[in-house]
Every structure is written in C-alpha cells, then in structure tokens.
C-alpha cells in the first residue's frame, strides 16, 4: 500500500493557505529558522520492526487487522510512513522476529522506500522452538557455559545478519537478572555477563557500535543484571569505544531524573541512543509524548546542549529509535504521533535561549532560567515540524492524511483482518 505523491500534494494544496499563515507567525520570533528547518529535515527517528502490529500483554492482545505478516511487509508499512512524514527514513530488526531470509533484497527494498538499517536487536529473553538451552534463568549471566556460548553465538550471529543490511550497531538488551534475594551471585553475574559481552564486542566490524540498554526491571523483578544507567555505563566503559549505553525512557524507577542522566551519559562520550516511548508507571511503552511531554522536552534540551558543547552532528551521531507497544491503538497511527512528539521536542528544544540561559544560571536567577525554558516549551512549534515536513515531499498533516486516505481500511483489504505481525 502507497499514498502516491499526488495525494500527498493535493492535500499539502488543501492546507497551504492555513500552513503559512502558522507557519509565518511561529518563524517571525525564530531568528535562525533556516537552521531549525534544516536540522529538523535531517532528523531522522528509526522504527521498530517489532512495533508494526498490535501488542498485548498477558491479560490479552486484541489485533487490529491488516497487521504485516513477512519483513517485506513491515518494510512497507514503514516506507509508508516514511513517505508520510519524511522523518522515519530507518527501521530496526529484532531477530529472530524479523529474519532477512534474502539479505540483498531486503536491501533493495529498503531503499526503494528510502530506508536504511538502523541497530540491530538480539533476543535471549525467549526460548525459540529448535533452541538446545533454556534462557529461563539468564543468558550471558547463566551459571551454565553452554547457555552463555548459546547466548554469544546469537549476537554474533545478529551482528552477521546486520552487516548484510549495511547496518552498522546491535542492540543487546539482556532480561538477566532475579526474582528472588539469593537467587544470584551479583559479582559472579556480573563477571560472567561482561565476559559474554567482550566476546560479541570482539566480533564487532570496525565501524560497529554496541548499545547495553539497562532495565530496571521485569521479566525480572529482584534484580536485573544490567539494572541501571551505572550498571551499563560500567559495562560500556570496561568493554571498549565502541560500546555506549542506550537509554529505554521506560526502563527507569519511578521519578527517575532521566535528562540528568542523560546529561551526564552524553559528557562521559558513552550515551549511544535512545529507545522513545511515555510511561506512568513501568515499561508501559506507551505513544512517545503522550504521558509527560515536559520531561522529553527536558531530555531534548539537554541532548541538543550536551550535543553541542562536544560539536557533535544531532542527526547521526546518536541512535534514535521508538520502542513502543500498541494494545489499543493502530499501530501506524501510533508511531506517527510518536515520531511528531519526538520532532516537537527537539524544535522547541532548538528555540532555547542558550546563552540568555547560561547567564541566568551564572547568576543563580532561577525564575529567569525557568522562564526562558518555559518560553520555548510553550511556543507551539508544529508549523516549524510541518513545514520541515512540506519541504521533504511529506505530508502537513500525515495521521489525518492516513485516516482520509483509508490506509487502514486498505491494508486489511489487501492482508485479512486477522494477520498477526512478529514481535511483543
Ligand atoms: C525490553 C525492550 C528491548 C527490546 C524489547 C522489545 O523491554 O525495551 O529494547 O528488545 O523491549
Ligand atoms: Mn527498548
């Protein structure tokens, strides 16, 4: 399924006079509005591969219809946002989830979509059918060598399948931990899981990264093995330069001061990226935006400050991707949104006084530091994030384009109403 581009411009057309009156008004108060735009169009947010069908949880699932039901599939689906926002110009592969059976042409079709490859995922937190050893107690944490091997050999292999697709980072998220005191030996869990990490890092290309994401907890609910930004900061730092840490927003404790940590990550040089989504209480992967915008907004201003002080490029120094679960929404509808919240906070993060900021912190005037955050976090930025949009060949409007062009009703048409996409 495609939105063709004269539907895309016939509805630009429909909205243009109301775009530009917005738009004009926003950009009269933003001095370096070509900057903005620029940075905003180069800005690009990847998509998970595991995220294109409904999600559910152990209470239940209820699809939606229309789901992918093969990577070529999921693929389209994320061309078509692509084609939509011009901002979700990458997807990232969970495998086994999402095996490129025929690397070369997986390739190929990407890029028909003009998308890339963004991290790869390994999984050792389920057991497939064919596997010989259990991950019920851990993978690269478990007592048992032979679960460990299992466990490395996995990754390398995710790693293989990565340099097919010409990505060029893994994600390696371990569910390793505990659920009960005395279940595990801290310091020998540890121990044995670096050593697990340092021989996938081994097979790492030169160019590779390696994100250790950490998780506070669940499936695990004692201890997870890497527990917290220390702990995988510790992991990143022992096993070389080319592993960071990747920060999940939904992977902390509640009240968790995550633009903190993410200030101090990206001064030590070891904040790799980022999994977006909202949460109000634990790994909710909830729409990026949609529970405290304020704290991504908080988060983006810091990035784009920390970023900045160390000159690095904000589109492709940092690895931006979503991890979120749709149970109650159309998942494409969902990632639209998450993506435009991603966008807004990083525009009004851009409008912020800096230099007005730093004297107003040098001269301890909190209310004027409050105040110019605050002026950026309430100008309504979206004509600026539209208009990136426009000048990419996208749409104003993509979620009102997608419901008038009936993409939904379309996809179901073409897939069944009962397909079941891979993945959570
Ligand atoms: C773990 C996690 C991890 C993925 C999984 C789908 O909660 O955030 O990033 O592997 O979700
Ligand atoms: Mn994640």
């Not at 931990?177 to 030996?185: D, E, I, M, R, V």
């Not at 999940?248 to 968790?256: K, V």
């Given at each position: 399924m495609q939105v063709e581009k004269y539907i895309i411009e016939g509805h630009n057309n429909d909205l243009l006079t109301q775009h530009t009156r917005k738009f004009d008004f926003v950009a009269?108060?933003?001095?370096n509005v070509k900057t903005v735009i620029q940075k905003l169009r180069d800005f690009q947010v990847a998509i998970p591969s595991w995220a294109l069908g409904t999600g559910g949880t152990r209470f239940g699932r209820f699809s939606g219809g229309g789901?992918?039901?093969s990577i070529e599939e999921k693929i389209e689906d994320v061309g078509l946002l692509h084609s939509l926002n011009?901002?979700?110009g990458a997807i990232s592969l969970h495998i086994p989830w999402d095996v490129p059976e025929n690397a070369q042409a997986i390739k190929t079709l990407a890029a028909q979509h003009g998308l890339r490859f963004d991290a790869m995922n390994s999984n050792t937190f389920q057991d497939q059918?064919?596997?010989?050893?259990?991950?019920?107690?851990?993978?690269?944490?478990?007592?048992d060598k032979a679960v460990r091997k299992q466990a490395i050999e996995h990754n390398i292999d995710v790693i293989k399948h990565g340099v097919e697709l010409g990505s060029d980072s893994i994600t390696v998220w371990l569910s390793d931990?505990?659920?009960?005191?005395?279940?595990?030996?801290f310091r020998k869990a540890f121990q044995r899981t670096l050593e697990g990490l340092q021989e996938i890092y081994a097979a790492l290309p030169a160019n590779w990264k390696m994100f250790v994401e950490y998780k506070a907890?669940?499936?695990?609910?004692?201890?997870?093995?890497?527990?917290d930004w220390g702990q995988s900061l510790l992991y990143a730092t022992k096993l070389g330069p080319k592993a960071y840490t990747l920060v999940?927003?939904?992977?902390?404790?509640?009240?968790?001061n995550i633009e903190q940590i993410v200030a101090l990550l990206l001064n030590e040089g070891k904040l790799g990226g980022f999994h977006f989504n909202d949460s109000k209480?634990?790994?909710?992967?909830?729409?990026?935006?949609?529970?405290?915008p304020y704290q991504l907004f908080l988060i983006f201003n810091e990035l784009v400050e920390g970023m900045d002080a160390r000159s690095?490029?904000?589109?492709?120094d940092l690895g931006w991707m979503i991890d979120a679960s749709h149970n109650v929404k159309d998942p494409l509808e969902d990632l639209l949104q998450s993506v435009e919240a991603i966008k807004i906070a990083y525009a009004q993060a851009l409008l912020v006084d800096t230099k007005a900021l730093q004297q107003a912190q040098d001269s301890n005037d909190v209310a004027r530091a409050q105040e110019i955050l605050q002026q950026a976090y309430r100008t309504d930025v979206r004509p600026l994030v539209a208009e990136a949009r426009l000048q990419a060949?996208?749409?104003?409007q993509p979620l009102a384009l997608y419901r008038s062009a009936k993409v939904r009703e379309q996809l179901i048409k073409d897939r069944g109403q009962k397909t079941v996409a891979t993945g959570l």
């Open positions: 009269a108060d933003v001095p789901e992918p039901r011009q901002s979700g059918k064919d596997q010989q050893h259990s991950y019920k107690f851990g993978s690269l944490q478990h007592v931990g505990s659920c009960f005191p005395g279940q595990l030996n907890f669940e499936p695990n609910f004692y201890s997870m093995t890497v527990g999940d927003l939904g992977h902390h404790l509640p009240n968790a209480y634990g790994d909710d992967d909830l729409t990026v935006g949609s529970i405290n690095m490029n904000h589109a492709s060949g996208g749409a104003l």
